[in-house]
């Protein structure tokens, strides 16, 4: 097991050192370069000149990013001319709020998906497993845009229920305490998680309730309860371990989304406005965190399936 998750955290340091290459490469390729895309359509070629030279951006493509890993590993992740601040300082600022979306997003959708998941495998082929399913297949099929703006439209617009956009400024403590306008960011995100991970769960206790470990628990004389609670559910969740690590990088997109559609100020809205307005060093350093997070998340989803599954051995 040491062995084994030594090479994946030397496979994920990898990937994380390819995706900051290609990003950089990426941004290089700028139509006008950096410096045009920074100071703007109307910046004088003096201007552009001075800015290039005062960068580095005259260095060779190598040397420019041997400066910029080289300021990463001093914490320094560059400044954000546009937003007139450091993008450490706005990482962490963002990063909590987008991290809190997605934390109560993802407790809400285990804690909704895994027993829906089991109500559909015990009572498969009922009008409930078919409703359910039916609605899992509209909400996975639709976008996070889409589901945020229908239900802005239902229940703020129409019922006047919850607020139409998240909380704008404050810490962390002071957006949670908002909890009207948390509700249908939250309902957006978790909807679209429930409708994935319900399917799989229900698929996964189907195929458990057929094997000899469960017909051997009811001959001898366990209930159907404790059955599905103590022996399915444990091998059940199995499948859902891999798939959170898999579905982090969906969630994160769909959290960017939602966060636009809302005006949450996460590391999704910034990430995507100072993308609109070619702000360099932001986006690369929110992609280097993206990436960073994405690659912990498979790696844990690894280790969770190994002690979930006592079978499973790395060697």
């Not at 937003?83 to 934390?103: E, F, S, W, Y």
């Not at 027993?115 to 976008?143: E, H, K, V, W």
């Not at 982090?248 to 990430?271: D, Q, S």
């Amino acid at each position: 097991m040491t062995g084994y998750l030594i090479r994946r955290i030397l496979q994920s340091v990898l990937v994380v050192v390819l995706v900051s290459i290609v990003t950089f490469l990426l941004t290089e390729l700028l139509p006008g370069g950096p410096a045009r895309a920074m100071l703007g359509p109307r910046a004088t070629q003096q201007q552009i000149q001075d800015f290039i030279h005062a960068n580095g951006y005259d260095r060779p493509i190598p040397v420019q990013y041997g400066i910029w890993v080289d300021n990463i590993v001093h914490g320094n992740l560059g400044y954000s001319l546009k937003l007139n601040q450091g993008v450490g300082a706005l990482i962490a600022d963002r990063l909590p709020k987008t991290v809190v979306l997605m934390a109560i997003s993802f407790v809400v959708a285990l804690i909704i998906a895994v027993p829906l998941g089991i109500y559909q495998a015990r009572r498969r082929n009922s009008i409930g497993d078919y409703t359910a399913t039916s609605l899992s297949f509209i909400f996975y099929a639709m976008p996070s845009f889409l589901l945020g703006q229908l239900l802005i439209l239902v229940f703020s617009t129409y019922l006047g229920w919850f607020a139409p956009t998240a909380p704008q400024t404050g810490d962390i403590g002071e957006i949670l305490a908002d909890g009207n306008a948390m509700i249908l960011p939250i309902a957006t995100l978790a909807l679209i998680t429930i409708a994935t991970f319900s399917r799989y769960m229900r698929s996964s206790v189907m195929e458990n309730l057929t094997q000899e470990y469960v017909r051997t628990a009811l001959a001898n004389g366990a209930s159907d309860r404790r059955v599905t609670v103590v022996h399915v559910l444990r091998n059940a969740l199995i499948p859902i371990a891999t798939l959170l690590g898999l579905s982090l990088p969906a969630l994160v997109a769909g959290a960017a989304i939602t966060e636009t559609v809302f005006n949450y100020p996460g590391m999704g809205y910034t990430f995507i406005t100072e993308a609109q307005v070619r702000d360099y060093p932001t986006v690369l350093g929110f992609t280097l965190v993206i990436a960073v997070v994405t690659v912990i998340g498979s790696l844990l989803a690894d280790v969770a399936y190994a002690v979930l599954d006592p079978r499973v051995k790395y060697s």
